[in-house]
């Protein structure tokens, strides 16, 4: 069974680049059709999905998110690691990585429907990291 792990600082300071990694067991991050993902939960807000990666290495951001955002992928230790650059406060949330399975498809029905599926809470997930940005 895959196990999904985050790891990263749980303080940034404002204006930094928050960069949390998500470590893998149990499955490959490569395995066909499944896209890794970083979704967030900000105090006393939904889910909001951030991006992801595929198993082929292409990449899809939020447009929110999109001009701050990077996720990369070492696939030789099986993790991915998200990116986020000038980060405020409001970027202060829980930090979820997640694996859910889709077909391929265009970027644009791939992005709905990642969205979809994580919204439902679908797929495997980490407990989720705590990064709070504060001076």
């Known amino acids: 069974q895959v196990q999904l792990q985050e790891s990263g600082p749980g303080l940034v300071k404002p204006s930094q680049t928050l960069s949390l990694t998500c470590t893998v067991s149990g499955g490959s991050i490569t395995m066909l059709n499944s896209y890794w993902n970083w979704i967030r939960q900000a105090p006393g807000k939904g889910l909001e999905w951030m991006g992801a990666i595929s198993y082929s290495g292409s990449t899809y951001y939020s447009p929110s998110l999109k001009s701050r955002t990077s996720i990369s992928r070492d696939t030789s230790k099986n993790r991915f690691t998200l990116q986020l650059t000038s980060v405020t406060p409001e970027d202060t949330a829980v930090y979820y990585c997640?694996?859910?399975?889709?077909?391929?498809?265009?970027?644009?029905?791939?992005?709905?429907?990642?969205?979809?599926?994580?919204?439902?809470?679908?797929?495997?997930w980490g407990q989720g990291t705590q990064v709070t940005v504060s001076p």
């Open positions: 997640a694996r859910v399975f889709a077909a391929d498809r265009t970027e644009t029905t791939t992005i709905a429907t990642l969205k979809s599926l994580l919204g439902r809470r679908q797929g495997s």
